[in-house]
Structure formats: C-alpha cells, structure tokens
T-cell receptor, first 114, second 113 residues
Framework: KAGVTQTPRYLIKTRGQQVTLSCSPI?????VSWYQQTPGQGLQFLFE???????NKGNFPGRFSGRQFSNSRSEMNVSTLELGDSALYLC?????????????FGPGTRLTVT | GEDVEQSLFLSVREGDSSVINCTYT??????LYWYKQEPGAGLQLLTY?????DMKQDQRLTVLLNKKDKHLSLRIADTQTGDSAIYFC?????????????FGRGTSLIVHP
C-alpha cells in the first residue's frame, strides 16, 4: 500500500507570495492533518480534515488555510508569506479522526521563504 | 507548564539500553505517543499507550506511564546504530472543542558503535 505523498518536496517562495501544498493520504484513510516543523518552535499542529470538514484546528493565523476533497486528498494554503513561514510542512493521514487512531506521516514539503 | 518537555540529547553505546523521558501537560490525555524521525523523513509512529495502562511492551520497546507525575518514558533495549534518530513524545490535548496533538521538542538519540 502506498504511503502518504506530499508535493512538492521543496519550494522556494518570496515574501508576500502565496503557496499551496498538496497531500495524498494512504488509500482508505479519511483523516488528513497538517503540521509545521521549525527548529525554533518544534512540531506544531495546524489543522485536521475529515470527510471534507475541518475537525480540529491549532493556533495559527488565518493566513494558513486548508481543504479536503472528496477523494480525501488535501491541500494547504499559506497566503502573504512571511520569512517565519519557512519550515518543513508535514502531512499525516489516519483512518479516522486522529486522536483515536494512528497517524502516518508523509516526508514533508520543505518551504523556504526569501 | 504548557509544553511537553523532553531532554534534547541522549548518547548511548551500541548494545546498551536507552531511556528517553517526557513530561506531558494534560492529565486528561487519553492517548500518549512516541514517534521517531530520521533525517529527511517524516515521523514514524513507534508505539502508543492508553492512559489506563502503566506499561506497554513491544519487542525492544517498553513504554512506562506515571499518570500521577505526568511522566512518560520510552526504553529501547539493545540499542542499535539504526536507532539513531530524533524521538518525539506527543499527547492529545482537548482545547475548545478541538483535539490538539501536542509534541515535545524531540530527543536526539546518538548511538555510538
């Protein structure tokens, strides 16, 4: 069974631009969560989608948004990029809502904002 | 405090046991997790424990939970060089109707031959 895939793997953007990251969960998984990992803040939860609805949300500004499609694929968007948005963005999928089920992580998208 | 706390580094010799410690924040956390991250990769779930358990063993891994002190530990028996990685402990914190996975900063385990 294929694992969680994330595209692109690497991205360089300029301050003020916007970016969209994509995540394809493991086949059959309906929950997708997004995380931001930085050396300064560690691993922080962004949000979780289940059946196309946002179920859980972390403490990030509204510039960070996401959506989930009917095939469970998810996208995350960051608008008006700031230097501090440079990070590894990880996506994880699970069968159901993540607080009860194991999460499987993708390799991440490395975003650099210049 | 509000953070899940872990020591940053642990160095052991190959063949020895490693013990990684974690202090979590929410006494109502139902599930507590240990993840492993190797360079350039995402996180891999190693094991998890329910809050009504004191101990869970899975091959070389032993998880101990002390709910009174909100302390979680991961013991790796017969540590190998392939175990060198960053280990994260995590809990699920209920907050305002959401469930927030909350991670420690990670412990870098270095295994010397």
């Amino acid at each position: 069974k294929a694992g969680v895939t994330q595209t692109p793997r690497y991205l360089i953007k300029t301050r003020g631009q916007q970016v969209t990251l994509s995540c394809s969960p493991i086949s059959g998984h309906r929950s997708v969560s997004w995380y931001q990992q930085t050396p300064g803040q560690g691993l922080q939860f962004l949000f979780e989608y289940f059946s196309e609805t946002q179920r859980n949300k972390g403490n990030f500004p509204g510039r960070f948004s996401g959506r989930q499609f009917s095939n469970s694929r998810s996208e995350m968007n960051v608008s008006t990029l700031e230097l501090g948005d440079s990070a590894l963005y990880l996506c994880a999928s699970s069968l159901e809502v993540s607080h009860t089920y194991e999460q499987y992580f993708g390799p991440g998208t490395r975003l650099t904002v210049t | 405090g509000e953070d899940v706390e872990q020591s940053l580094f642990l160095s052991v010799r190959e063949g020895d046991s490693s013990v990684i410690n974690c202090t979590y924040t929410d006494s109502s956390s139902t599930y507590l997790y240990w993840y492993k991250q190797e360079p350039g990769a995402g996180l891999q779930l190693l094991t998890y424990i329910f809050s009504n358990m004191d101990m869970k063993q899975d091959q070389r891994l032993t998880v101990l939970l002390n709910k009174k002190d909100k302390h979680l530990s991961l013991r790796i028996a017969d540590t190998q060089t392939g175990d060198s990685a960053i280990y994260f402990c995590a809990e699920i914190v209920a907050s305002g109707g959401s469930y927030i996975p909350t991670f420690g900063r990670g412990t870098s385990l270095i295994v010397h031959p």
